[in-house]
């Protein structure tokens, strides 16, 4: 059996960039700049199987809301 390295899944932190086009896995409503409020988003890179499968963004609020499935996001 060979060793190999395992990717896991991770979320970090960002701030909502003006021109942002992406659904927020967590409500399924976009994740939209504003310019008078600066929000966070999460971004977390998937792995299944330690395979990279996929980008999911959440709104901040909503990561936390459904348990930070990928970890504290760094
Ligand atoms: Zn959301």
């Known amino acids: ?5 395992m990717f896991t899944s991770r979320a ?7 021109g942002s086009s992406v659904t927020c896995a ?6 939209k700049f504003t310019a008078k409020t600066r929000l966070w988003q999460v971004i977390a890179n998937v792995y299944v199987d330690g395979v990279w499968d996929r980008v999911e963004h959440y709104h901040a609020d909503c990561y936390d809301e459904v348990g930070q499935p990928y970890g504290s996001a760094a």
């Open 26 to 31: 967590g409500c399924g409503s976009p994740v």
């Open 1 to 5: 059996m060979t060793a190999r390295t």
């Open 12 to 18: 970090v932190t960002r701030p909502v960039e003006a």
